[in-house]
T-cell receptor, first 114, second 116 residues
Framework: EPEVTQTPSHQVTQMGQEVILRCVPI?????FYWYRQILGQKVEFLVS????????KSEIFDDQFSVERPDGSNFTLKIRSTKLEDSAMYFC????????????FGPGTRLLVL | AQSVTQPDIHITVSEGASLELRCNYS??????LFWYVQSPGQGLQLLLK??????LVQGIKGFEAEFKRSQSSFNLRKPSVHWSDAAEYFC??????????????FGTGTRLQVTL
């Protein structure tokens, strides 16, 4: 069964450093998402992406964040200058063509900012 | 704005007992409702979803959920819990009317503990 993959599984970085989280969505999916889950809290929406542009973003997704689909398979989330409060599990998700389709989640990247 | 409330933070049941996890939602149009399960250190796995039609939906691992529009609820049930069901369960709502890339809004989750 096709699945969403994410790399790395864990990343430790220093405050102020740039990080790039990578995701490979399910092939032929068209809608892509990033969510995050701070330890012990609920999963929060960050951004959705369709047709090579952002469809919607949350208040969390400020100028420090960016997303890109650099080729036909990868979907990345970049945090330019990490803060301590960016420490969280970051989930990528993808969805197929139909509006009522399910979002399939990757296993997540655990980011720790020191 | 859409929102989801899971009033039970933590539930403990005995193996073999029945289970019901509560979920209430707020959404301005027809809601699309989901239950996901997260095992420790793992990602989110879809248990079941409701879009339209029959209000009782069946999912994987023997779970089912019932959509009750009048109560704005989508409670998850299982008749007989297994020790392997111990995990965190998230209810989520997403709209189909607000755009094709509509986001999911999650509840705070219910942590299920199963005693032997």
């Amino acid at each position: 069964e096709p699945e969403v993959t994410q790399t790395p599984s864990h990343q430790v970085t220093q405050m102020g450093q740039e990080v790039i989280l990578r995701c490979v969505p399910i092939s032929n999916h068209l809608y892509f998402y990033w969510y995050r889950q701070i330890l012990g809290q609920k999963v929060e929406f960050l951004v959705s992406f369709y047709n090579n542009e952002i469809s919607e973003k949350s208040e969390i997704f400020d100028d420090q964040f960016s997303v890109e689909r650099p080729d036909g398979s990868n979907f990345t989330l970049k945090i330019r200058s990490t803060k301590l409060e960016d420490s969280a599990m970051y989930f990528c998700a993808s969805k197929g063509r139909e509006v009522t389709g399910t979002q399939y989640f990757g296993p997540g990247t655990r980011l720790l900012v020191l | 704005a859409q929102s989801v409330t899971q009033p039970d933070i933590h539930i403990t049941v005995s193996e073999g007992a029945s289970l019901e996890l509560r979920c209430n939602y707020s959404y301005g149009a027809t809601p699309y409702l989901f239950w996901y399960v997260q095992s420790p250190g793992q990602g989110l796995q879809l248990l079941l979803k409701y879009f339209s039609g029959d209000t009782l939906v069946q999912g994987i691992k023997g779970f089912e959920a019932e959509f009750k529009r009048s109560q704005s609820s989508f409670n998850l049930r299982k008749p007989s819990v297994h020790w392997s069901d111990a995990a965190e369960y998230f209810c989520a709502v997403g709209g189909g009317n607000t755009g094709t890339a509509s986001k999911l809004t999650f509840g705070t989750g219910t942590r299920l503990q199963v005693t032997l």
